[in-house]
């Protein structure tokens, strides 16, 4: 076989590699000491253990508290005042405090889980080559 491929082959060639790295991405594992996650699981969790009880007994209490707080943002509009420039200038005190309350462990652990790369499972078993 010739070292030049015709266009259809490339195609070919293109195609199927691509169709290993979607799998690849498809088939790897989520991690499940992402930050965010872990912060996400837990306010999902908080939020049934507050909120299911008081939806169950009492539902039209809950749409009205639901409608209730939805005009309060509407009508205060905090993503027009939030970003103020007193409020941008006291940005950067805020996240000093927050990362210095913080103890340094739970800093790196976030970081490595964000910088970690994710580890691949290989599914190809034979090199891919086009189709004859």
Avoid: I
């Avoid at 939805?70 to 940005?91: D, N």
């Amino acid at each position: 076989m010739s070292d030049l491929l015709t266009a259809s082959e490339n195609l070919t060639l293109s195609r199927q590699r691509m169709r290993q790295v979607l799998a690849e991405s498809a088939a790897a594992p989520h991690t499940s000491d992402n930050p965010l996650l872990v912060a996400g699981t837990f306010a999902k969790e908080a939020v049934e253990t507050a909120v299911h009880p008081f939806a169950q007994r009492n539902p039209l209490g809950l749409v009205a508290g639901a409608v209730l707080v939805g005009g309060l943002l509407a009508w205060s509009r905090p993503w027009r005042w939030l970003l103020t420039p007193v409020v941008a200038s006291m940005l950067p005190v805020f996240v000093t405090r927050m990362v210095r309350a913080a103890p340094a462990e739970t800093w790196m652990k976030a970081l490595t889980a964000l910088t970690r790369p994710r580890q691949r499972q290989t599914v190809r078993s034979q090199p891919l080559r086009p189709h004859t």
